[in-house]
């Protein structure tokens, strides 16, 4: 995990964005990305829980096909859960 404010920028597929997210999971997410799948807001957990990536309900599918899991967020997003390591 990271400190709050240790941040790097990826690229989003959202709205073709640069965006800056928690420094440990950029790679993590970029990868996501970069299979197709839109992340709408991500956190590391700053050592208080598990890392969670919101997702759009449309990327569904690339979810499945990609073997992440998760779970109901709200009308618009699911959310993917994950266990950072060290
Ligand atoms: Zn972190």
């Excluded at 709205?15 to 990305?33: S, T, W």
């Excluded at 799948?37 to 919101?54: D, F, M, P, R």
């Amino acid at each position: 995990m990271c400190q709050w404010g240790t941040e790097r920028i990826i690229h989003v597929i959202d709205r073709d964005r640069h965006v800056a997210v928690d420094a440990c999971i950029a790679d993590y997410v970029q990868e996501m990305n970069d299979r197709g799948i839109v992340t709408i807001a991500c956190c590391c957990g700053h050592g208080q829980g598990l890392a969670s990536v919101l997702v759009l309900r449309r990327s569904i599918p690339e979810m499945l096909r990609w073997r992440y899991a998760f779970e109901n967020y709200s009308l618009d997003l699911i959310e993917h859960r994950f266990e950072l390591e060290d």
